[in-house]
């Protein structure tokens, strides 16, 4: 009995993996096959060695006089920037709202859950005023800062650290740290777990964001990936087959930073939900 519920187990498991590689192995292997002929059979599993090849990469690459891999780089840059930005504040915000005790402590956290509850389209008018009157248009700056402190982060935080136990402060507190020590420290040493998930979590959101990069930048120079990709397809040309090119290279960084973190993924997911 027990090694049936076993096999069942292992077998819903693995039919729960195929659908979830499905549509990888359709972008990969539509990326290697020839652009006529993906529009005549659409996106299928036909294996065909004679007609495979890595044409579609090639003009990928010398698109624009190479303008993919500066969409790249951009996209990287203001990846790691917006996420590690987001992970200081988020983390030392979540932190101050659970560990200390002050009277607006209770509303800041409802404003907090009201934000989160906003969708991100009602802002962007707002958020386009308020970085053109910095003077951000067309900037790195102007991408980043409307959106560095993530209200989910800064949720997330707190209710993890609501498991965390505070005689680690007291003890930070004894030995003559002042409160910043005790944070860096001491504090994050311990919420690594938590700064993993929503470093996953974060990563995967500016690297795949396109709507505010769109109406931030400008010029062709500081286009990200996904906007790159998107000027791919015009009213006189669709290269379908150049974009599912494309797609594969989109999804490599986000693959290789959840496999770095993946321990401290699933640990902060579970960790963080016991308490609060």
Known sequence: MEAC????????????????????????LSSLRPGAQMVQNGLTLDFNPATMSLHNFRALFEYNDGMFFLWFKNSIVLTALQTGL???????????LSVYDFKARNLIFLVVLAVMMIPTEVLILPLFKLIVKLKCIN??????????VSPFAV?????????????LIDSGRIDGC???????????PVMLPAFGAIMILQ???????????????????????PIGLNALLTPYGNNY?????GAVFSVIPI??????????????LTVGSVKG
């Open 178 to 188: 002042n409160e910043i020590s005790i944070f860096f420290r001491i504090m994050c």
């Open 86 to 96: 987001s992970l200081l504040f988020c983390a030392m915000v979540g932190y101050g």
């Open 203 to 225: 990563a995967m959101n500016s690297w795949n964001s396109f709507v505010w990069p769109l109406i931030a930048l400008r010029s062709n120079e500081n286009m990200t990936l």
């Open 255 to 268: 693959i290789i930073l959840f496999l770095l973190n993946q321990r401290a993924f699933i640990t902060g």
């Open 241 to 245: 087959d150049v974009l599912l090119a």
């Open 5 to 28: 519920k076993k096999i069942l187990k292992y077998f819903v498991l693995v039919v729960i993996f195929l659908f979830c590689i499905m549509p990888f192995v359709f972008m990969i």
């Open 139 to 148: 900037t790195k700056a102007g991408v980043i800062l409307p959106f560095v």
């Open 155 to 167: 949720f997330y935080f707190r209710q993890y650290c609501l498991s965390l136990p505070l005689d």
